[in-house]
């Protein structure tokens, strides 16, 4: 089942911070964050799994709530290059494979 | 190291044709994917594979069929194209499914008339 996510797009200038949200209506195992530049491929950024193990980049943060089945991408002073559509993806069992949402445009303006 | 390379980057294609798309990793990863991207619909998953000579379902697998002969190759075929099937076709690879990232190959834009 396709995670939801908020907002489906959100214009920022250079400096200011930006929170991503990704929810889902099923227990979840694993999150996952992509970002996409326009015309490239997307790139990993991060998982958070099960348990609290966070692996992922230096300057973008996240977090899981195993119990609301949710997830947040935290970016902080942003910068022009960190434009681009972000997705999540959650993993809900064992068996089950990654489903991304339909992702998060996010502008960062100078 | 190449990574994931797809081949071709674009075709056109008339209705009722069949093409077959190639992905290749030399990461030697055990998962591959099919997704096709489409405006405001985000990466939805075709078909993927959890190793060689084995291939699974994904959300959106009509209208395609997948072989995965080698560990290295992921073939994903159109046996009659229609305009629906219009999109950008994305195949990725990981190590493992739940713990490891995906990496992804530069996209396929095809166009069905």
């Known amino acids: 089942q396709q995670p939801v996510q908020s907002p489906q797009a959100v214009i920022l200038r250079e400096g200011e911070d930006a929170v991503i949200n990704c929810s889902s209506s ?8 992509y970002r996409q530049k326009h015309g490239e491929a997307p790139v990993f950024l991060m998982i958070l799994l099960k348990g609290g193990e966070q692996k992922g980049h230096e300057k973008i943060s996240a977090s899981f709530n ?3 089945q949710q997830s947040s991408l935290y970016l902080t ?9 972000y997705f999540c993806g959650t993993v809900h069992s064992g068996n089950t494979p990654l489903v991304f949402g339909k992702g998060t445009r996010l502008s960062v303006i100078a | 190291n190449a990574g994931v390379t797809q081949t071709p980057k674009f075709r056109v294609l008339k209705t009722g044709q069949s093409m077959t798309l190639l992905c290749a990793q030399d ?6 994917y099919w997704y096709r991207q489409d405006p405001g ?3 939805r998953l075709i078909h993927y594979s959890v190793g060689e000579g084995t291939t699974a379902k994904g959300e959106v697998p009509d209208g395609y069929n997948v072989s995965r002969l080698k560990k290295q190759n992921f073939l994903l075929g159109l046996e009659s194209a229609a305009p629906s099937q219009t999109s950008v076709y994305f195949c990725a690879s990981s190590y493992w499914r739940e713990t490891y990232e995906q990496y992804f190959g530069p996209g396929t834009r095809l166009t069905v008339t």
């Open chain 1, 26 to 33: 099923k227990a979840l195992y694993s999150v996952h964050w």
């Open chain 1, 66 to 68: 195993e119990k609301k």
């Open chain 1, 77 to 85: 002073a942003s910068q022009l290059s960190y434009s681009g559509t």
């Open chain 2, 27 to 32: 990461m030697n990863h055990e998962y591959m």
């Open chain 2, 41 to 43: 619909m985000g990466l």
